[in-house]
């Protein structure tokens, strides 16, 4: 049979509860019509008629001005909502409770041992769920890379980061370091005498003097120590070197110039390299940390967890649980009244339909206790 009110979740339990208010009063007033009053039983009948119908009509009356007024008051009730949560479910001292029993709790690392243990067993079962990961997201990064282009304001960022203090001092020191150890490496002099074979045999003995070697290590220590270059050498190389510094940003802007196809040719190429490299590298993390867990006894013992949720715990005070609740009270004002309205209907009328529905009852029952009572006063049970 089809539900005559729809497929609300409360649709069924307001079918027998409309149902009853009509049935106590259809057979209430065939009993008066055909007079049970004068029988024992009848009395006592119609008075449990007379209080489940009344019981019936003042819980569905209840009912609709409760929604009634959900609707006409539907701004002050979302600020109660949120005044509510924010006062009393997510209150400062409840937030950290709860973060605390996330780390001291011992269900919750033994459900992700469970969880390890399930999809992330080994290497093998790590892999899988990384490439899963990859193949959903590599063609829209892929695409999205290949077709970014640097804009003036990006250009200008880049120059301005390259020219910052603190980014400029560590790649001096990294571009020193570099300069040291190449000027170190066994093949460096085989590589000094490459570069000069073709020069004239006068240029030949003043290249020998200068001695690049030792020049360009000792350069290699005075931009990692921060020296300021004084000698005319020195500035020859300092020169060269904020040349290449400068060449980085025009390196990195020429891929505006790149035809796409060679972009993406080339951002594939560096995604299937840098999926292997990252496979690798969080495959062993993982591994390594999920032996770490199966040692431990609670999330408190796990320091990356921990760190994180303590440092959540010290940022939560009160303001905290009172933006949420604001958040909330605005997100309900946003709804129109009747859909504030339907929406808490959809939610909680099903407990209030089963109130009707124990309201009539006990009507009934309360009613045909009444006329027992009455019966009982006037002596004609005949006890």
Not at 329 to 355: A, C, D, H, M, Y
Not at 375 to 383: A, C, D, P, Q
Request: proline share 2%; with cysteine.
């Amino acid at each position: 049979m089809r539900n005559p009110y729809g497929n609300k979740p409360y649709s069924k339990l307001q079918f027998v509860s409309n149902s009853l208010l009509v049935l106590f009063g259809s057979i209430l007033l065939i009993g008066l019509w055909q007079k049970w009053s004068l029988f024992i039983w009848g009395n006592i009948f119609i008075h449990g008629l007379e209080g489940g119908l009344v019981g019936a009509i003042c819980d569905w009356f209840a009912v609709w001005k409760t929604y009634k007024a959900v609707e006409s008051e539907s701004e002050t009730i979302a600020e109660e909502i949120g005044s509510w949560v924010s006062s009393d479910l997510i209150s400062e001292h409840k937030l950290k409770s709860y973060l605390d029993g996330i780390l001291d709790e011992p269900e919750n690392i033994q459900a992700i041992r469970e969880l390890l243990d399930t999809h992330l067993k080994g290497e093998k079962e790590v892999r899988e769920f990384l490439n899963l990961i990859w193949d959903k997201i590599e063609e829209d990064v892929v695409l999205y890379v290949s077709n970014f282009k640097f804009s003036g304001a990006d250009k200008q960022i880049l120059h301005e980061l390259n020219s910052r203090k603190e980014i400029l001092s560590t790649v001096r020191f990294l571009v020193g370091e570099t300069l040291m150890k190449v000027s170190d490496h066994q093949d460096f002099g085989e590589r000094v005498q490459r570069i000069t074979k073709g020069l004239s045999f006068l240029a030949k003995p003043l290249i020998w003097l200068i001695d690049p070697q030792k020049r360009i290590k000792e350069f290699g220590e005075g931009l990692k120590e921060g020296k300021d270059f004084e000698t005319e050498e020195e500035e020859v190389l300092f020169e060269l070197y904020s040349i290449f510094s400068e060449c980085v940003e025009l390196y990195i802007g020429s891929w505006n110039e790149l035809p796409v196809e060679r972009r993406e040719e080339a951002v594939r190429a560096l995604a299937d390299f840098g999926r292997e490299q990252l496979n690798r590298l969080i495959s062993e993390v993982v591994l390594t940390h999920k032996e770490e867990i199966s040692r431990l006894e609670n999330l408190r013992e796990y320091g990356p967890i921990r760190s994180f949720l303590e440092f959540l715990s010290s940022k939560t005070n009160e303001s905290v649980s009172e933006y949420v609740g604001e958040q909330i009270s605005k997100g309900l004002k946003l709804l129109e009244p009747k859909q504030f309205r339907e929406n808490l209907e959809l939610k909680t009328r099903r407990v209030l339909e089963k109130i009707r529905i124990n309201g009539s009852l006990l009507g009934f029952l309360v009613g045909s206790a009444i006329g027992c009572i009455v019966l009982l006063f006037e002596g004609k049970l005949g006890l």
